[in-house]
């Protein structure tokens, strides 16, 4: 059974900068896809930025290019979320996900993904 943690959330002032991690661990598979989501209270979950572990296949939602960026350390089994220039509006609960199923490939649409951690919180404050 895979295991997904998430660490690395916290509170900071707008501006600022956070890096998430999320590693993987129990039975693990070579060829995947990994990726991050959020959901602000009140709000449905939506996706962030996700990644194929051979790297080929990466994409972000279009409000966030430029501001976060998603990057792997495969021997590690971990995922990571540099976010900068922190809004008010990036405050939520972040999640990371990943799904064996589609070998290296991502599905399009943020879609396909079945192991989810449980979630680390981001506050971005004024």
């Known amino acids: 059974q895979v295991r997904l943690a998430e660490s690395g959330g916290g509170s900071v002032q707008v501006g600022g900068s956070l890096k998430l991690s999320c590693t993987a661990s129990?039975?693990?598979?070579?060829?995947?896809?990994m990726g991050w989501f959020r959901q602000a209270p009140g709000k449905e979950r939506e996706g962030v930025a996700v990644?194929?572990?051979?790297?080929?296949?990466?994409y972000y939602a279009n409000s966030l290019k430029g501001r976060f960026s998603v990057s792997q350390n495969v021997p590690k089994n971990t995922l990571y979320l540099q976010m900068n220039r922190l809004e008010v509006e990036d405050t939520a609960m972040y999640y990371c996900?990943?799904?064996?199923?589609?070998?290296?490939?991502?599905?399009?649409?943020?879609?396909?993904?079945?192991?989810w951690g449980q979630g680390t919180q981001v506050t971005v404050s004024s």
């Open positions: 129990g039975v693990l598979y070579n060829n995947y896809c």
């Open positions: 996900a990943a799904d064996w199923r589609y070998g290296d490939y991502c599905l399009p649409n943020f879609a396909g993904f079945g192991i």
């Open positions: 990644i194929s572990s051979g790297g080929g296949t990466y």
